[in-house]
Structure formats: C-alpha cells, structure tokens
C-alpha cells in the first residue's frame, strides 16, 4: 500500500516538528521545510524524511520547491513569525504574503482527496478588521504595498508587531475560506487551525514579553499553556479521510479563548485583562 505523503514547513521546531514526528508514527512519507537546514538535518535524520531548506519570502524558491514535489495528501503551513520576531512589515511579509504564496504554488500539488492546513491564531478571531480597506487589502496578500497600506490605514502608531500579527491571522482565516470553493473543484480541501497559547519556543517568548498573553492565559477556560502536540492532533485530524467533509473553516485549539473573548462581553473577566494589559503597552 502506498504511504500518504506530507510537506510540513516551518518543520525543525514546535507546531510543525510535533506535527512531523505525529504525522510519521501514522505513517507519512514526510517532506519538511524550515529556513534552517541545520535546524531541519536532525529531524529528517531521526524520521527519514526528506529535507528542503526554503526562505518563504522568495517567491520563485517556493516555486523551485513546488516543482520537485511529487503528488502530495497533505500541505500544512506552520511556518510564521510572533510578535516579538519582527516588524509590522515583516510579519505581514511571512505569515500572510509567504504563506498564501505556498498554499497557492504547494498546494497546486495536493492530489485529489487532499488538504492544506495552515496555522492561523486565536488572535484572529479579535482582530479589528472591520474596516472594509482592511478587509480589501488582507484579500490580496500579493499586493506589493500591503503591508505600507495597511500602516497607513491603522496609523503609524498602531502599525506595531502586535497588530500586524492579528491582521496577518486574520487574513489566514480569510484566505481559507475565500480557497474553499477553488481547491473543491479539484477534490481538494484547505482549513486553518487557530492554537492559543502554546509551549512552544515561540509561545514561549511571547509569553516572557507580552503581558497580555500572559493575563489571556489567566482568564482562558483552560488556563494552561496547550502542548504542541494537541495542536498537531488537530492538524493530524484535518489533513485525515476523517474530516473528508470539512473545508473553508477554522479549528480552535486555544483552551476556549475565543469563545470567553467573544461571548463574554466587556464585563468578562478575560475581557477585563487582555483591556487592562493593552492599556499599559
């Protein structure tokens, strides 16, 4: 029987290196990228997976990659950069810009019965982005000023990582609805999946200089760190037969943040923190 095959990027640590190491014990012939090919040789060593080292930012790389690839059952995109990882610009550049330019090129390569998942955030579901020219521009994440028009939409004083990061997750949510109708004409599916907080080397760093990430976790239902292995056991069940019937959504894995961020109202106690640790950015 012919093993399904996966290409993970953003592979050599955390969401991604879990969902590695999830997807192959299920018996994937696995493909796995990351920026690094010192931070990949490890793992594709330990899974006998194949390595490709890829910058996302460069276009025609991604297109080199997608050009090698044989028929794929599963594209999972978790490559991407938090807040305290760059500017505005640069977030805007990798988590939306490079991202749908891997799902549009990597993608092309999913077979027929075949899924993409790419990581969004909780902090998509609370974006601000009800302003139409937002919203316009997070549906052309190839516009070659999105991220300077988005500054100059917010102000240049609101045009900081935190916010560039929501915007970036929010457009991820955006962008897998808007491909659900497209990837069905070829039988293929795409989701994203929402974690919260997250102990991961990245989710750690967030939570070591956001005071805000910290005062969510506290007033989460869940008021843990989730594992990036239940992140994976999400994604593991998206790119399945089993989830044959669901595209074009996304999946919470965030201990109920959203759902107490949403439907708790202003007088809600994780409302009342997340207001109060803003306030003092």
Known sequence: MTKPVACILGAASGIGRATAELLHVRGYDLIL?????????????????????????????????????????????????????????????????????????????????????????????????????????LDRPDHPRLAAELAEIVGAQAAMPGLGYALSKAAILRLARRLAAPFGLSGRRICSVSPGCIDTPMGKLEMARSEASREALKGAPIPRSGTPQEVANAIAFMISPQAAYITGCDLQVDGGWVGSAISGGPESTLNQAVERARAKQ
């Open 33 to 137: 990228s990351d920026l690094s090919a010192d931070a990949l040789a490890p793992l594709c060593s330990a899974l006998g997976a194949r390595a490709e080292p890829l910058d996302m930012s460069d276009r025609t790389a991604i297109g080199h990659l997608a050009a090698s690839l044989p028929d794929l059952d599963a594209l999972v995109v978790t490559a991407g950069l938090s807040p305290s990882m760059g500017s505005f610009a640069r977030i805007i550049e990798i988590n939306l810009t490079a991202t749908a330019a891997s799902v549009e090129m990597l993608g092309a390569r999913l077979r027929e019965g075949g899924a993409a998942v790419c990581i969004s955030s909780m902090t998509a579901h609370t974006a601000p982005v009800d302003d139409p020219r937002i919203i316009a521009l």
